[in-house]
């Protein structure tokens, strides 16, 4: 293990091993706060909303959004695209600096995770609605039937992309889980209450830290880590599939993947930061998720921003290079200059030049001026899906069929909807789960102790 | 009330690693160590083996063979389609699924591999020795059948034992 004198310590204040029980797992036993109860008030208005916007479009049909012939998608899988990508933090921060052996994974792997299980499952609402008639969903799985028995299309990556978010949804709520039972056991142990004790124990699943269970749970951790590391660059290459490999002018690049893979990790480390920096002032986990984290997880933003800023500017070099009229009407005249300048502009702003500001220490960290930037970020991933999605779609080949998109209120209130869902969903877990991996930050923990 | 076993209690594990040590010397049984986190030493040493990885391993062998065959099975040999032209054993674009696939299938797999192994599962009725071993207490478990106890307790007390309890 490496010494941590070169970063500074991981957990501060000197914590015994009760005190960190203690302090991570204090908002399981308070009573909730009213601002916990306003915030779970207004999110479940936004989910409401959310609800009533798939029931008209379950029982109206796609023609309540505003999507038309030719921009085929729209708010849509913008937002899918937006949530998955905000997803891949978890696997970025649990799975990849897991196995970088970057220890101070261990005080933000939780919430991120906690973040990824519940906007994939956001993600995962707009394709099944967008597919029109959602009862006959069961179409996308292979399996005998009737039909012929007709098989589904192994070639198209729309179903790789089916099968990549499931299975991502999946292996990350499994990943989630498997790093709560210690954890779960520890309130069991702790609790006085005999309503918490027999539902934390339910989960807990009789975990008592003996030498086999932690010597399976190693074991078990690895493979998941070792595996899943390839999920945080395969999925969302696949969702880059579904635009690259159809032939329209700005999506049919081979840059896509890489491209999509970086901007994903963008968008969820900015919003593990959003988030973090909320999360460690109400409860107070300063000493756990410390300003040195936060720094760290500051100076990966800037890096992913370069990449960015550089994939922004290698296509539009590429679609000037090439020669290729669409494209060079695509990059120069509908995006850069034309219908949709303002999107392009604030995209490339918030996404490849705000972010370089915090190579400033000052500002880096000044946490008010990080927490804007972060939030632009998600607003500039946003609208960077927003380009890729309806400029293309808007003007392609042929001039007669160009349009234009509007999104209607029904597609709106879905994305406010999906908004209340992670918002629903990031509540329950700061009130009910340790937001922190206790196990892990004793682990942590430990090798400052010895140093004593 | 007969106690079966003999806990020694211990609150850092410098000192339940002394005890540790010391019992394996002098070949006292150890019939299990609870940690609120894993100790490696103790994993290492507790002779207890662990072929998860191994049959992790196989998992996804056995997978990726069986996805294999059942994409090549469906798309080739059940119901042969014509997407515009390309050829129905499309090797390359069936990698995408198989890789998803296996990653899958060696996830579930695994879990319930390591539910049952480690005797994990909803609802369980273990019994618990020591209230702290998922907080701050080191817990080791001493079976009376199988050891001495006396020399037991005496070790443990000798370095650094909170407390032993006969239960």
């Known amino acids: ?452 | 009330m007969d106690s079966e076993y003999l806990l020694g209690v211990f609150g850092d594990e410098e000192t339940l690693l002394a005890a540790f040590r010391k019992m394996k010397e002098q070949e006292i049984e150890i019939e299990d160590v609870f940690t609120p986190y894993p100790v490696h030493e103790i994993l290492e040493k507790q002779g207890r083996k662990s072929r998860i990885t191994i049959v992790g391993w196989f998992y996804g062998f056995f997978a990726t063979i069986g996805v294999l065959a059942f994409l090549i099975y469906t798309a080739v040999i059940d119901w042969p389609l014509n997407y515009g032209g390309k050829p129905s054993n499309a090797f390359p674009s069936f990698l995408v699924i198989t890789i998803i696939l296996t990653i899958f299938s060696i996830t579930i797999l695994s879990l319930f591999t390591f539910s049952w192994r480690a005797n994990l599962w909803p609802s369980q009725e273990k019994p618990i020795y020591h209230d702290g071993a998922t907080d701050d207490k080191f817990v080791i478990l001493v079976n009376k059948e199988k050891a001495d106890t006396g020399m037991a307790a005496s070790v443990m007390k000798e370095t650094g034992a909170i407390e032993v309890i006969e239960k």
């Not at chain 1, 500002?363 to 970020?377: E, G, Y």
């Not at chain 1, 003007?395 to 869902?421: C, H, N, Q, R």
């Not at chain 1, 700061?430 to 140093?451: F, G, S, T």
């Open chain 1, 1 to 452: 293990m490496y010494n941590t004198e070169v970063r500074g310590p991981l957990v501060l204040g000197n914590k015994s091993l009760a005190q960190i029980t203690t302090d991570i797992t204090a908002p399981v036993y308070a009573r909730p706060k009213f601002w916990w109860i306003v915030g779970l008030g207004i999110s479940s208005i936004l989910m409401l909303l959310g609800f009533w916007s798939i029931y008209v479009t379950i029982s109206q049909g796609i023609g309540t959004w505003g999507v038309n012939n030719t921009v085929g998608w729209g708010w849509a899988i913008i937002n899918f695209v937006w949530w998955i990508g905000i997803g891949h933090a978890g696997t970025a921060f649990s799975i990849f600096l897991l196995i970088l052996r970057q220890e101070w994974r261990s005080s933000i792997n939780r919430a991120a995770e906690a973040m990824t299980v519940v906007a994939v499952g956001c993600a995962a609402i707009f394709p099944a609605l967008h597919m029109g008639r959602i009862w006959d969903f069961f179409f996308i799985f292979p399996y005998p039937n009737t039909r012929g028995p007709l098989w589904v299309n192994y070639n198209s990556p729309l179903f790789w992309d089916f099968i990549a978010i499931s299975a991502y949804l999946l292996i990350s709520a499994s990943f989630w889980f498997l790093g709560m039972i210690p954890d779960f056991a520890t309130i069991r142990d702790n609790t006085t209450s005999k309503v918490k004790k027999a539902v934390y124990g339910f989960f807990a699943m009789g975990w008592r830290g003996s030498v086999g269970e932690w010597k399976r749970y190693e074991g078990l951790s690895y493979i998941l880590g070792g595996i899943a590391a390839v999920l945080v660059v395969s999925v969302h290459s696949i969702v880059s599939t579904d635009f690259a490999v159809s032939v329209e002018p700005g999506w049919h690049t081979t840059i896509f993947p890489p491209y999509f893979v970086v901007g994903a990790i963008f968008s969820g480390f900015a919003m593990v930061m959003t988030l973090m920096i909320i999360l460690r002032k109400i409860y107070k986990l300063e000493d756990y998720v410390t300003n040195s984290h936060l720094d760290k997880v500051a100076k990966i933003l800037i890096f992913v921003s370069l990449i960015m800023g550089t994939a922004y500017l290698t296509e539009i070099f590429l679609a000037w290079y090439s020669g290729n009229e669409y494209e060079i009407f695509t990059f120069f005249h509908n995006r850069i200059t034309g219908e949709f300048t303002r999107q392009f502009w604030i995209m490339f702003v918030c996404n490849a030049i705000i972010p370089q500001l915090m190579w400033f220490k000052k500002i880096r960290s000044n946490l008010t001026v990080v927490f804007i930037i972060s939030i632009l970020i998600n607003v500039g991933m946003w609208f960077e899906r927003f380009n890729i999605v309806i400029t293309s779609l808007a003007k392609d080949y042929l001039p007669s069929a160009w349009a234009s998109y509007t999104p209607t209120f029904v597609e709106i209130a879905m994305y406010l909807g999906t908004i209340g869902i992670f918002g629903f969903g990031v509540l329950l877990f700061m009130k009910y789960i340790p937001m922190v991996a206790i196990h892990e930050v004793k682990d942590v923990n430990r090798y400052q102790l010895k140093k004593k």
